[in-house]
């Protein structure tokens, strides 16, 4: 049974920071891109962030030189680190891992807000 389970969100103020982890399991992870999407209420999803299984990265504008996203193939585990966070950063995050298939996490709430 394929699992991925995010972890780290929550509530912090403008200009804080949060790594956000998403643990899988059930799958080989060293085969998979992994992606880090949100959604805030009301509006689309976005994909914020990805990362190929050889490591090449990919950022949305909107976090271009604020967040970074890493993976760690021993740990079968994607992160998202985020700076400088803004109030607009508030939304339901969801990893991704896709390679013949695709598997998305259950999602976890950032909060960015005074």
């Known amino acids: 049974q394929v699992q991925l389970v995010e972890s780290g969100g929550g509530l912090v103020q403008p200009g804080g920071s949060l790594r956000l982890s998403c643990a899988a399991s059930?799958?080989?992870?060293?085969?998979?891109?992994m992606g880090w999407y949100r959604q805030a209420p009301g509006k689309q999803p976005e994909l914020v962030a990805s990362i190929t299984r050889g490591y090449d990265t990919n950022y949305s504008e909107s976090v271009k030189g604020r967040f970074t996203i890493s993976r760690d193939n021993g740990k079968s585990t994607a992160y998202l680190n985020m700076n400088s966070l803004k109030p607009e950063d508030t939304a339901v995050y969801y990893c991704?891992?896709?390679?013949?298939?695709?598997?998305w996490g259950q999602g976890t709430q950032v909060t960015v807000s005074a």
């Open positions: 059930g799958i080989t992870f060293r085969n998979y891109g």
């Open positions: 991704r891992a896709q390679y013949f298939q695709t598997y």
